[in-house]
């Protein structure tokens, strides 16, 4: 029997990890009585590549399961988030952060995985945004915390997120259908509806599982433009997705499946959740954007899949084909504000009367009041990229309330980014069937083939006249190149292909009946290449109206290698300490044009950056399993860190590797079965991420950033939940409330520190954050019905503060969702 007493502690902390390894030989592994009525239970998942007990997975890992992500409301990742420590999701970019580990530039830092099929995109351009499938029908989702190179590979480098989809049965059926509808405070109304079915065609020999899910996400935020440019549009940021899968598993022999699948997924977001600062009023649930033109975001992909599964006795063989493509459609910035912007740069305000209204105006000026209307311009006439002369005075056209330029009328340009993945990956894996054996383990071979294509364009039909209007010569004279057939005055349209080849193995032997030495190693052959071409009346690559093209490569073969050595202290109490490696694949980037951006010999490539983690962790349960806690101390190194440098001369980004960070902190997430009624749930999480020294790009001498600035991550994330369990004539019911915390920075990120090239004293951290939600329900013999608040106390921060660059006071941010109130409704057969 296991010992009692106060020694027997949860060891999540590093100074209680060392001392028990010693001393743990006089432990028995014996497992503690626990009544299954009231022990926390125990998740099974597949982050080793193997299916295991998540207590006795030497890892940073956080598992939901379907009932789960039902009983929490997780509708996206933005929610799943919250419950998770040490995971930050960006929701502009669809970027998730693990451990403050996050770059904007080349490969992605976090892997994404639909089963077993890697989705994360690579940054070619600008709003390089990954997909993040909806979370309808799915048998679990896992977040790893830490690199993952050695069983996932590379776009792994800060960790990585699966989610595992529910699987055909063979012997039995099972049906839900589901509905819902939510009311947002000073917003549309939200509604939803799916249903998925599965099970046996043929007993032990065909299988099928079905689902189909919409949901209309209403807006809360307007469109609003003061009537001169688009009108007005209220509650605009709604969002319709919709989600169809099918799958079916044929069982020709008893050891042998084979599974083909199919996911589609379409989401369309209308218009942007920011909002103008200067015209809204939160605090009375008045919201409202007035971006001259919708900033939609489109977004569709199917993934064909075809997974076999062999049971050859003491191994197992695994293949897994599929395709993934992808097409989204964004809005990234508004083609209006960046125009108006670019062009005030070839002009000049040294007009006293700017706005010709008898007021000494400062353009630009935020102590002085805006005036919606804009100077005629006078003494108009350089061509644009070249120089202004005095007295051609446009005003500051990004303080606009109105966008209608007095004498022109209303002005509107469009931004369209188009991503597209066309991604081809076989991944095959050999690995042992005994989980009981001294030696486990898992080999295999991964082959990737990812074609990917980034178009940037701006279309600008109204750039003819306005010309004339701001410089008095045709298109042809001002800027050398008349607009592009499609109305674009700029395109820049990148392809590029990734290639790999990689081996893998990973190997855990039972030194002891209680100490294991857990190996993985990862070896890849990896290529990239790229065509640019860049074309249009703004296109400073091009010369004389000849489109500008660009290629290169890069090719590298990255090694990443992981030991941890477990130790499993009691049957309920384990400890391990893990040394692991991630990396990102480098890659090549377009030239930049000299005449524009400077003499400089900018760089054509970029080199991978890597990461070293050191963790240790524990995994405990206590008082016969009603109390189960999971903790981890992590330190990491990331060197060579890829980065998107902009050149302020000509407003283009190129991406090189420079600087270093290093993120340290815990995770801890904890589960405790007070009594058969009552469960409670914690997650905490503290990261510590910032530069080790200064950022200096070695091409411009731009100081990127200064040692001690952080990456942009809340050091501290709590969630903590509580919900009662009962019994009322003769239904079961529950009653559940959830409270998650993020602190605000304390320290800046490079934009805010003014020992920064870039830094815009504007910008100020996000607030700490409160939210609150609550949910009830009640289970009428198959069906259930639930209600529930989501921002209870309907918290407005303001949150992601932006502007379109230092000179204007023009302002937009987001916050969270207004109060909204629920109802839904299942059918479980």
Same mark, same amino acid.
């Given at each position: 029997?296991?010992?009692?007493?106060?020694?027997?502690?949860?060891?999540?902390?590093?100074?209680?990890?060392?001392?028990?390894?010693?001393?743990?030989?006089?432990?028995?592994?014996?497992?503690?009585?626990?009544?299954?009525?009231?022990?926390?239970?125990?998740?099974?998942?597949?982050?080793?590549?193997?299916?295991?007990?998540?207590?006795?997975?030497?890892?940073?890992?956080?598992?939901?399961?379907?009932?789960?992500?039902?009983?929490?409301?997780?509708?996206?990742?933005?929610?799943?988030?919250?419950?998770?420590?040490?995971?930050?999701?960006?929701?502009?970019?669809?970027?998730?952060?693990?451990?403050?580990?996050?770059?904007?530039?080349?490969?992605? &830092?976090?892997?994404?995985?639909?089963?077993?099929?890697?989705?994360?995109?690579?940054?070619? +351009?600008?709003?390089?945004?990954?997909?993040?499938?909806?979370?309808?029908?799915?048998?679990?989702?896992?977040?790893?915390?830490?690199?993952?190179?050695?069983?996932?590979?590379?776009?792994?480098?800060?960790?990585?997120?699966?989610?595992?989809?529910?699987?055909?049965?063979?012997?039995?059926?099972?049906?839900?259908?589901?509905?819902?509808?939510?009311?947002?405070?000073?917003?549309?109304?939200?509604?939803?509806?799916?249903?998925?079915?599965?099970?046996?065609?043929?007993?032990?020999?065909?299988?099928?599982?079905?689902?189909?899910?919409?949901?209309?996400?209403?807006?809360?935020?307007?469109? &609003?433009?003061?009537?001169?440019? +688009?009108?007005?549009?209220?509650?605009?940021?709604?969002?319709?997705?919709?989600?169809?899968?099918?799958?079916?598993?044929?069982?020709?022999?008893?050891?042998?499946?084979i599974t083909p699948s199919v996911n589609y997924e379409n989401r369309d977001q209308h218009n942007h959740d920011e909002y103008w600062v200067s015209t809204s009023n939160p605090g009375a649930g008045d919201y409202n954007s007035g971006t001259p033109e919708l900033?939609?975001?489109?977004?569709?992909?199917?993934?064909?899949?075809?997974?076999?599964?062999?049971?050859? +006795?003491?191994?197992?063989?695994?293949?897994?084909?599929?395709?993934?493509?992808?097409?989204?459609?964004?809005?990234?910035? $508004?083609? &209006?504000?960046?125009?108006?912007?670019?062009?005030?740069?070839?002009?000049?305000?040294?007009?006293?009367?700017?706005?010709?209204?008898?007021?000494?105006?400062?353009?630009?000026?935020?102590?002085?009041?805006?005036?919606?209307?804009?100077?005629?311009?006078?003494?108009?006439?350089?061509?644009?990229?070249?120089?202004?002369?005095?007295?051609?005075?446009?005003?500051?056209?990004?303080?606009?309330?109105?966008?209608?330029?007095?004498?022109?009328?209303?002005?509107?340009?469009?931004?369209?980014?188009?991503?597209?993945?066309?991604?081809?990956?076989?991944?095959?894996?050999?690995?042992?069937?005994?989980?009981?054996?001294?030696?486990?383990?898992?080999? +295999?071979?991964?082959?990737?083939?990812?074609?990917?294509?980034?178009?940037?364009?701006?279309?600008?039909?109204?750039?003819?006249?306005?010309?004339?209007?701001?410089?008095?010569?045709?298109?042809?004279?001002?800027?050398?190149?008349?607009?592009?057939?499609?109305?674009?005055?700029?395109?820049?349209?990148?392809?590029?292909?990734?290639?790999?080849?990689?081996?893998?193995?990973?190997?855990?032997?039972?030194?002891?009946?209680?100490?294991?030495?857990?190996?993985?190693?990862?070896?890849?052959? &990896?290529?990239?290449?790229?065509?640019?071409?860049?074309?249009?009346?703004?296109?400073?690559?091009?010369?004389?109206?000849?489109?500008?093209?660009?290629?290169?490569?890069?090719?590298?073969?990255?090694?990443?290698?992981?030991?941890?050595?477990?130790?499993?202290?009691?049957?309920?109490?384990?400890?391990?300490?893990?040394? $692991?490696?991630?990396?990102?694949?480098?890659?090549?980037?377009?030239?930049?044009?000299?005449?524009?951006?400077?003499?400089?010999?900018?760089?054509?490539?970029?080199?991978?950056?890597?990461?070293?983690?050191?963790?240790?962790?524990?995994?405990?349960?206590?008082?016969?399993?009603?109390?189960?806690?999971?903790?981890?101390?992590?330190?990491?190194?990331?060197?060579?860190?890829?980065?998107?440098?902009?050149?302020?001369?000509?407003?283009?980004?190129?991406?090189?590797?420079?600087?270093?960070?290093?993120?340290?902190?815990?995770?801890?997430?904890?589960?405790?079965?007070?009594?058969?009624?009552?469960?409670?749930?914690? $997650?905490?999480?503290?990261?510590?991420?910032?530069?080790?020294?200064?950022?200096?790009?070695?091409?411009?001498?731009?100081?990127?950033?200064?040692?001690?600035?952080?990456?942009?991550?809340?050091?501290?994330?709590?969630?903590?939940?509580?919900?009662?369990?009962?019994?009322?004539?003769?239904?079961?019911?529950?009653?559940?409330?959830?409270?998650?915390?993020?602190?605000?920075?304390?320290? *800046?990120?490079?934009?805010?520190? *003014?020992?920064?090239?870039?830094?815009?004293?504007?910008?100020?951290?996000?607030?700490?954050?409160?939210?609150?939600?609550?949910?009830?329900?009640?289970?009428?013999?198959?069906?259930?019905?639930?209600?529930?608040?989501?921002?209870?106390?309907?918290?407005?921060?303001?949150?992601?503060?932006?502007?379109?660059?230092?000179?204007?006071?023009?302002?937009?941010?987001?916050?969270?969702?207004?109060?909204?109130?629920?109802?839904?409704?299942?059918?479980?057969?």
């Open positions: 029997m296991a010992k009692s007493g106060g020694g027997r502690r949860s060891l999540f902390l590093a100074a209680a990890a060392v001392p028990l390894l010693a001393a743990a030989g006089a432990w028995a592994d014996t497992p503690a009585a626990s009544d299954t009525t009231t022990s926390v239970s125990d998740v099974v998942v597949t982050a080793t590549r193997q299916s295991q007990a998540i207590s006795k997975v030497p890892e940073s890992v956080s598992a939901f399961t379907a009932a789960k992500l039902e009983v929490l409301n997780v509708k996206t990742f933005a929610d799943l988030a919250k419950y998770t420590p040490g995971v930050t999701f960006d929701e502009d970019r669809h970027d998730v952060y693990i451990r403050g580990i996050d770059s904007q530039a080349g490969s992605g &830092t976090t892997g994404i995985y639909i089963d077993d099929t890697p989705i994360q995109v690579r940054a070619l +351009g600008l709003n390089a945004n990954n997909t993040l499938p909806e979370v309808f029908d799915l048998q679990r989702v896992e977040v790893l915390r830490g690199p993952q190179g050695t069983l996932f590979g590379a776009g792994s480098e800060g960790g990585t997120v699966r989610y595992i989809t529910t699987q055909p049965s063979l012997t039995s059926f099972s049906a839900n259908a589901h509905a819902e509808v939510a009311f947002t405070q000073d917003g549309s109304p939200s509604y939803e509806i799916g249903a998925a079915a599965g099970g046996p065609i043929i007993d032990d020999k065909i299988g099928f599982r079905i689902s189909a899910w919409d949901r209309h996400d209403g807006g809360w935020v307007d469109r &609003t433009n003061g009537g001169d440019v +688009g009108g007005t549009e209220k509650d605009a940021n709604y969002v319709d997705t919709y989600v169809l899968r099918a799958a079916f598993t044929l069982a020709p022999t008893s050891n042998l499946t900033m939609g975001d489109s977004d569709h992909f199917v993934l064909p899949a075809i997974k076999i599964e062999w049971d050859a +006795g003491p191994v197992n063989l695994i293949s897994n084909t599929s395709y993934y493509a992808r097409r989204e459609e964004v809005n990234g910035y $508004s083609g &209006t504000l960046y125009n108006l912007s670019y062009f005030q740069h070839f002009t000049s305000n040294t007009d006293p009367d700017p706005y010709d209204d008898g007021t000494n105006v400062i353009p630009g000026d935020p102590a002085n009041p805006v005036d919606p209307q804009f100077d005629t311009p006078v003494g108009c006439g350089a061509t644009p990229p070249v120089a202004s002369k005095p007295g051609c005075v446009i005003g500051n056209l990004l303080t606009a309330k109105g966008l209608n330029l007095q004498g022109f009328g209303p002005y509107q340009s469009v931004n369209i980014i188009t991503n597209t993945q066309d991604d081809v990956t076989q991944e095959f894996r050999v690995q042992s069937a005994n989980p009981e054996s001294r030696l486990t383990w898992t080999a +295999g071979l991964f082959f990737a083939y990812n074609s990917q294509r980034s178009i940037e364009e701006i279309r600008d039909p109204q750039l003819p006249a306005l010309t004339e209007y701001l410089w008095g010569e045709n298109m042809l004279t001002a800027w050398g190149e008349n607009l592009l057939p499609n109305g674009d005055d700029y395109i820049n349209n990148t392809g590029a292909h990734d290639q790999q080849v990689a081996l893998f193995g990973d190997a855990t032997y039972k030194i002891l009946d209680q100490l294991k030495l857990n190996v993985g190693l990862r070896y890849a052959w &990896t290529h990239f290449d790229y065509k640019n071409l860049n074309d249009g009346a703004q296109d400073l690559l091009d010369d004389g109206g000849v489109p500008a093209t660009a290629h290169g490569s890069k090719s590298e073969t990255p090694f990443t290698p992981k030991v941890s050595l477990i130790y499993q202290v009691t049957h309920d109490d384990m400890v391990y300490a893990t040394y $692991s490696e991630g990396y990102r694949i480098g890659g090549a980037t377009p030239p930049l044009p000299i005449p524009a951006c400077g003499s400089t010999p900018f760089p054509t490539s970029y080199n991978s950056d890597t990461l070293d983690n050191y963790e240790i962790g524990s995994k405990d349960s206590f008082f016969g399993r009603k109390l189960y806690v999971a903790g981890s101390v992590f330190y990491d190194q990331w060197h060579n860190i890829q980065q998107a440098i902009y050149v302020p001369e000509c407003g283009i980004q190129y991406t090189t590797n420079v600087g270093s960070a290093v993120s340290k902190g815990f995770d801890l997430e904890g589960d405790w079965k007070l009594t058969s009624s009552f469960d409670v749930n914690l $997650s905490l999480g503290y990261t510590d991420a910032a530069y080790t020294a200064d950022a200096v790009d070695p091409n411009t001498g731009a100081e990127l950033a200064a040692k001690g600035d952080v990456l942009d991550v809340a050091p501290w994330t709590v969630s903590l939940g509580a919900q009662y369990d009962f019994t009322l004539m003769n239904h079961d019911g529950f009653v559940r409330a959830d409270y998650e915390y993020n602190s605000r920075r304390t320290r *800046p990120v490079p934009e805010e520190d *003014p020992r920064t090239t870039y830094y815009d004293p504007g910008l100020v951290p996000d607030p700490a954050t409160n939210l609150v939600g609550m949910r009830a329900g009640m289970t009428f013999d198959k069906f259930d019905l639930a209600l529930y608040v989501d921002n209870l106390l309907d918290s407005q921060p303001q949150l992601d503060l932006q502007h379109q660059d230092g000179s204007t006071a023009l302002y937009e941010a987001t916050t969270f969702r207004p109060r909204t109130v629920g109802l839904s409704m299942d059918y479980k057969f």
